[in-house]
């Protein structure tokens, strides 16, 4: 038998040295997450869960086999969420396992911790596996959960006739408001709902219209805080309207006499369910004597005790839409992690989604640099104007979100929302942290009213997300920067080794033949010329090849069959080799399958002209049931298997190396004097396959 491999080995230091890591990874759970679900659960069941996850670990690394994932993420999966988990507290445990795994291995292990290191890769893998499995698996969970729930509130909805039975929050309230105006003869009536912990007051909806002067809209657009607002204190306390004429002169909202607000009379009315406070409606009127009669009051404080159960369920069901809505975004930052999505994309997406779910005009994402400079990686909205102005407008934590609420329009009062778009009002800013680390902050500017405690929760989870989703995507791009640096350093090596070559011989015939024409003997000059001239047929050859190589790929900007096409008609055709493409209406194919079938075509095309000598070659690319198959066959001279094997200079144990990595197969069909059929077939998710019909030759 062979050398084990390192993740054979590393299965075995994991199977022998299992408890003394699970030790520290629960010690490290408890510390490192004070006051989560970890630190909460009793420290056995918590041991005997660290314990199973090394046993599966183990268990597939030394194997090589992943069969017990499965069970493994589906338990995970069900036991975290039935006991509340969130999937930012998983994640991050998983994630702690190699920073618990590491101090063990060399330690107990008897490792060096360079040689330890070099067993990490296979280990690494796996746990990118095991995470992007379960967040996805999980998210899927948490929105069929949101589903149902919102099923059940579409049905509690569609029995509620009050509000006309809408499943639009804001349309229910807006008939609650204008149910209300219309009961009391105001013009105007708005309706807040209650912020958190009761302090203060939301505008959510509103019908009718205010007065043209009147000043009450920069307090509506506010958040009308109850103890500030006496009408408000009033109605709450009493748990029954409250008008401005029952009170006694002075200030009556935020402060300031409704004088002041350009209005004449305003009516609270406390929105209630089972005694507790769901919202207010605020209606307001010109006029100081335009409060109603009290029939006109009685009559608007029993459509409010009428309709108060369907505001209720209106506002569960935009709940459990808003929850959706967190969960969806949440799992588009996860799909963007597990399909490996470019810098850019993932910036997008996280701004994009994070403007949604709070309701900001604006959002950006500021990275840090090597130098631990902070740039401004993306933004959206309202915050591109600023660009690298944030970075000196705004502070930015390293451990915990800041709320920063930049008021400019005096004590008390936030800024109207429909003022202008370039005064920055609010700002919520958040650490990306990955590993305990900062990478960068995530910044949303301008919400309507100011952000709320809600706004922490619901967009921290998400930050969290994102942090990863950044982070694995920075790494990426690192490692395409490296695959390309490594590329063309293989290709200076291609040219030192073969067009140097053939340049030094074209030098070496035309000194001879040089020579022997002045000697006279031209008939063996003849030959060195003819000699001279393939030689630099070669040179143009493996310079033409090198040439393309260096190009900027077209596979990137406009896939696979035009980067096919462009090969061929750059080296192929120019260096007077007869060629055919044919292929079937193929639609673009995940990124990286497009990269490996086209490393396979440039492979082969490269050993066609490095070695075969052929005339003329036929490529064709088509999709079949549940894959796409590479065929190309050329008309050279071929060799034999298992001595291009051995040899090594045709790549082909690479080759197929890579096919099988995608669960494909390589088959190479050829022999001395009889030309080469290579072919390839790679297996594709049903979703990415094409039609598979209509083949056009070019």
Known sequence: MGQPTHSEEMGSLLRELGDAIGELWTDRLVEKFPGNRYAETNREEVLAWTGRAIGVFSECLSSGSEHLLDTYIDDLVRTRSGLGFRIEEVVSALLLFREAALPVLVEKGGRSSDSVLLLMPGLDRLLRRVIGRFSRQFAEAMTRSLEEEKRRTSLLLEMAEAAGGSLDFTLVLERVAGGIASALGFPYCGILLVGDEMREFLLTAEVGRLPDKAEIRRVLNASIGSLESPLVAEALQRKEPACSDELSPGPVLEGRPIEALGVGA?????????GRVLAIALAVHDERDGAGSPERMA???????????????????????RQLAESQSLQQVTAALLAKQELGEVLEIVCRETMQLSGA??????????????????????????????????????????????????????????SRQDELHSALVFPLLVGGASIGALVLIN??????????????????????????????????????????????????????????GVTMFAEAASRLLAAGQTETAGTHLQDLRETALDALKQM??????????VLKEEGLIAALENRLLAVEGRAG??????HSRVDRLPR???????????????????HAHASRVSMALRGVSGGVILDIVDDGVGFVVDEGKRAGGLGLVGM????????????VQTGKGKGTRVTVEIPLPPEAEGDGEGEEPR
């Open 544 to 553: 033409r090849l090198l040439i393309h190589e260096l190009r900027p790929s």
């Open 447 to 504: 919400k309507r009213g100011g952000f709320q405690e809600r706004d922490l929760h619901i967009l921290a989870t998400f930050a969290d997300q994102g942090a990863i989703a950044i982070e694995q995507a920075r790494l990426i791009e690192r490692h395409e920067r490296l695959a390309v640096l490594e590329e063309r350093q293989k290709i200076a090596r291609e040219l030192h080794d073969s067009v140097t070559q053939s340049l030094y």
């Open 361 to 418: 005009k604006g959002s950006a994402i500021l990275l840090r640099n090597e130098d631990e400079t902070m740039t401004v990686a993306f933004s959206l909205g309202v915050a591109r104007q600023w660009g690298d102005r944030l970075l000196d407008m705004l502070p930015f934590p390293d451990r915990h979100p800041i709320p920063t609420e930049l008021v400019l329009t005096g004590a008390g009062a936030a800024p109207d929302p429909d």
């Open 299 to 321: 009559l608007a404080w029993g459509i409010t005790n009428a309709v108060a159960p369907s505001v209720e369920n209106a506002r569960l069901y935009a709940e459990s839409q």
């Open 656 to 667: 197929e190396e890579r096919a099988s990595r995608l669960g494909g197969s390589l088959t």
């Open 592 to 610: 990286e399958v497009e990269e490996e079938i086209y490393s396979f075509a440039r492979e082969s095309l490269n050993n066609i002209l490095k």
């Open 266 to 274: 305003v009516c609270c009315l406390p929105i209630l369910m089972a």
């Open 577 to 582: 080799v007869e060629t055919v493409f044919v």
